[in-house]
């Protein structure tokens, strides 16, 4: 079984500014997939960015990257130059390669100030 | 292309009333998902399922839940005898990739349960 753990339930940023969300993970698999999901008020969970596990390298995606720790089993994302549009729930999850369902943490709420 | 679309995006119902929720995958996806979003909580897994294969199941509740899928398309989540712990938000996902871990999954609207 995996389980995924967002220890900030809210974080606050500055317009402009750059923050960083916390995740961490647990599962027996070698292979697997994480991916950070956005999920704003209209309730569509869209994909931000995805991390291979048997990558070294961090994903970036724009003004979005990882720091993907595989040894400590942490997961975070780096939101740079943060817009208003970046307001909303961000959750972690884990696929692994003995399923295909998704486990998502709790989630990350995301407030942009100006 | 159209996305995942789901049916109704509201429901409110009466305790014990059974419920239907619909599910629109994205055309030639071979990979549907329920997943269940509780207030305040990250989603979790309902059921799955993979072309013909059988349904992973390992995720309903109660056997007051249950889902089908119809032709390989259209999925329906049914509750039965609906009580207040089920209200929630019920997202469904479809997604491509049926021979590697990474499948990106695509997210409908949800649909928004309430039990009285």
């Known amino acids: 079984a995996q389980t995924v753990t967002q220890s900030q339930p809210e974080m606050s940023v500055q317009e402009a500014e750059t923050v960083t969300l916390s995740c961490t993970y647990d599962?027996?698999?070698?292979?697997?997939?994480l991916f950070w999901y956005k999920q704003p008020p209209s309730r569509q969970m869209i994909l931000v960015i995805r991390?291979?596990?048997?990558?070294?390298q961090n994903a970036t995606e724009n003004r979005f990257s990882v720091n993907f720790q595989k040894a400590a089993k942490s997961f975070s994302l780096k939101i740079s130059d943060s817009q208003l549009g970046d307001a909303a729930m961000y959750f972690c999850?884990?696929?692994?390669?003995?399923?295909?369902?998704?486990?998502f943490g709790t989630g990350t709420r995301l407030q942009v100030t100006l | 292309g159209a996305g995942v679309s789901q049916s109704p995006s509201n429901k409110v119902t009466e305790k014990g009333k059974d419920v239907e929720l619909r599910c629109d995958p994205i055309?030639?996806?071979?990979?549907l998902y329920w997943y269940r979003q509780s207030l305040g909580q990250g989603l979790e897994f309902l059921i799955y399922f993979q072309g013909n294969s059988a349904p992973d199941k390992s995720g309903l509740p109660s056997d007051r839940f249950s889902a089908e899928r119809t032709g390989g398309s259209v999925s329906t989540l049914t509750i039965q005898r609906t009580q207040q712990e089920d209200s929630a938000v019920y997202l469904c996902a479809s997604s491509s990739n049926r021979l590697s871990s990474y499948n990106e999954q695509f997210f409908g609207p949800g649909t928004r349960l309430t039990v009285l």
């Open positions: 991390q291979e596990a048997y990558k070294q």
């Open positions: 599962t027996s698999e070698s292979d697997y997939y």
């Open positions: 999850a884990i696929n692994t390669g003995t399923a295909s369902k998704l486990t």
């Open positions: 055309s030639g996806h071979t990979a």
